[in-house]
């Protein structure tokens, strides 16, 4: 059997089923981490039997595979365990960044142009470095905060990049669809074929008025305006 690498980024419907992983609508950090290490252990394991496999195969490789997957997995859930505490107020946070830039609400209105622009709702690094630097302050007798003070309104009608990615290429793949299904004014192309040049010649891009109104039809069943959702059902 030859074995393929899957290449695409779509998500197959077993990827969406995530009900169990969360107690409420969406997941916390806590949850995270605690899934992370039930993932560890389980991969731990699973290289502790591969030692003795039922038939005589050296599996050292896919051993020391597991080994190291599992290491980067506890890693990942250490750090989502100590988030945890970060976002429940448990760790003092710097009032700024090193070079001075607020991040949070502090960080509305002003205009950073460097590392990708106001630190508005903070990455996973730069609430970790947050708080090597609010350690330091406190120990210091500086002023620090919490992530619930520094975050205070933020968070509604919000997502996450790779959510909002994940969305995007949703849409391109229905928008993909729904242009077979429109007829091409420019070229007459049918319900089901695809654009065709002057000559007859089939071409995987569609002309831009039937692509325009797959874009049209797609971006109002989805709630989208031009590349920007309007509606998102429960973000955070």
Same mark, same amino acid.
């Given at each position: 059997m030859e074995l393929t690498m899957r290449t695409d980024n779509h998500e197959s419907?077993? @990827? *969406? +089923? *995530?009900? +169990?992983?969360?107690?409420?609508?969406?997941?916390?950090? +806590? @949850?995270l981490a605690t899934e992370l290490s039930a993932i560890d252990l389980r991969l731990r394991q699973l290289a502790r039997a591969a030692e003795v496999p039922d038939t005589p195969v050296e599996l050292a490789d896919v051993i020391e595979s597991l080994r190291s997957s599992a290491s980067t997995v506890r890693e990942t859930g250490e750090r989502m365990g100590f988030l945890s505490r970060i976002v429940?107020? +448990? %760790? =003092?946070?710097?009032?700024a960044f090193p070079g001075g830039d607020p991040?949070?609400?502090a960080a509305r209105g002003t205009d950073r142009q460097d590392y990708g622009g106001p630190a508005i709702i903070p990455t996973v690094w730069q609430l %970790?470095?947050?708080?090597?630097?609010g350690r330091l302050a406190s120990a210091g007798g500086r002023e620090t905060t919490t992530y619930p003070e520094a975050m205070t309104g933020i968070g509604i009608g919000w997502e996450s990049k790779a959510a909002a990615a994940r969305r995007r290429r949703e849409r391109d793949a229905a928008v993909a669809v729904e242009v077979l299904r429109l007829p091409c004014e420019k070229c007459g192309a049918a319900d089901g074929q695809q654009c065709k040049t002057a000559k007859g010649w089939p071409a995987d891009k569609a002309h831009v008025s039937r692509q325009r109104e797959a874009e049209a039809a797609v971006d109002e069943r989805l709630g989208y305006l031009g590349d920007n959702p309007v509606?998102? =059902?429960e973000a955070r």
């Open positions: 419907a077993a @990827e *969406t +089923d *995530t009900a +169990d992983l969360m107690a409420g609508k969406q997941i916390t950090l +806590d @949850e429940a107020g +448990d %760790v =003092p946070l710097a009032l991040w949070g609400v %970790v470095r947050l708080a090597q630097d509606a998102v =059902p």
